[in-house]
């Protein structure tokens, strides 16, 4: 293999690779050295990717020292940053019988825990410090998420009704007993961020009649304010009541009134049950 030599005036003599600087062999897996993701294969939100690949064709120097700087990111189908790139350098010297060595990039990536469906992708991108070349991938993967529409305006979404705690369906119907609890989960979306990606969102249920009249109201409102690296999506609220043994049977309302201070908004949502 014939190699050129380069004549760098601020450092010793060095060996460009007669092919182009590259990264190689990406592998996305579900466990640190593991086999790479099939195809078709979805992550899931709150889980931890592992990510590796190797640099080829990098320079060396006359005594076999390589400086590789590179970063490896991760992007929402939207090209928001899911976490904070992670940057480092590789500065190593190859002996003699290495000299097909390709060096390791490997890093972590932690999956925002509301993140949304979608074609994601890790973007990694390598400098040869000796050579002066660059070089930058895409590797795509996919996430599977909970479906929260979004909404220019602070709403709530996937209002459900409960016969228990830990229901995984909703209720076909919001008919109830007296003597029952009551069980409701909803999604708050819409709110605005502010710096840092803060949100200050508080919310309040309320049981109504038809004509609006409150029977009763939560003493204290839920309240989620926070910052994150991502922008959190959606706030997940919940809401119970136990319908005393008194409850006359009737048509009633559950009303959860939204506040987002960051964004100045208000939402009402109103949502119809029936005690028998």
């Known amino acids: 293999m014939?190699?050129?030599?380069?004549?760098?005036?601020?450092?010793?003599?060095?060996?460009?690779?007669?092919?182009?600087?590259?990264?190689?062999?990406?592998?996305?897996?579900?466990?640190?050295?593991?086999?790479?993701?099939?195809a078709g294969f979805y992550y899931t939100p709150?889980?931890?990717?592992f990510f590796s690949c190797r640099v080829a064709h990098y320079a060396k120097t006359a005594d076999l020292k390589v400086?590789?700087?590179?970063?490896?990111?991760?992007?929402?189908?939207?090209?928001?940053?899911l976490t904070e790139p992670y940057k480092n350098q590789i500065n190593d010297e190859i002996a003699l019988e290495d000299k097909d060595w390709m060096p390791k990039i490997q890093t972590q990536v932690m999956i925002p825990p509301l993140a949304g469906s979608g074609n994601y992708k890790i973007v990694v991108?390598?400098?040869?410090?000796?050579?002066?070349?660059?070089?930058?991938?895409?590797?795509?993967?996919?996430?599977?998420?909970?479906?929260v529409e979004p909404s220019d305006k602070v709403t709530v979404r996937n209002f459900h009704f409960y016969h228990d705690e830990e229901g995984k369906q909703p209720a076909e119907k919001a008919v109830y007993?007296?003597?029952?609890?009551?069980?409701?989960?909803?999604?708050?979306?819409?709110?605005?961020?502010?710096?840092?990606?803060?949100i200050d969102v508080s919310w309040v249920a309320s049981i109504m009649l038809p004509d609006g009249k409150v029977l009763w109201t939560k003493p204290e409102p839920a309240t989620e304010a926070s910052q994150s690296f991502y922008p959190k999506r959606y706030i997940s609220?919940?809401?119970?009541?136990?319908?005393?043994?008194?409850?006359?049977?009737?048509?009633?309302i559950v009303a959860v009134q939204v506040k987002d201070a960051v964004?100045?908004?208000?939402?009402?949502?109103?949502?119809p049950f029936t005690v028998e």
């Open 177 to 198: 007993h007296a003597g029952q609890t009551m069980w409701t989960r909803f999604d708050v979306t819409g709110y605005q961020y502010g710096t840092g990606n803060k």
């Open 2 to 38: 014939r190699l050129l030599l380069l004549v760098s005036l601020a450092g010793p003599l060095a060996f460009a690779a007669t092919e182009p600087l590259a990264i190689v062999q990406p592998v996305i897996s579900q466990m640190e050295e593991g086999a790479a993701s099939p």
């Open 67 to 81: 400086s590789i700087a590179y970063s490896v990111e991760a992007f929402d189908p939207k090209g928001v940053e």
């Open 237 to 252: 609220g919940e809401f119970s009541i136990n319908l005393q043994a008194g409850v006359k049977p009737g048509s009633y």
């Open 125 to 147: 991108k390598a400098e040869d410090l000796l050579a002066k070349t660059t070089v930058q991938i895409e590797v795509p993967f996919e996430i599977r998420g909970r479906v």
């Open 46 to 49: 709150g889980e931890v990717l």
């Open 263 to 271: 964004g100045n908004q208000t939402y009402e949502s109103r949502q």
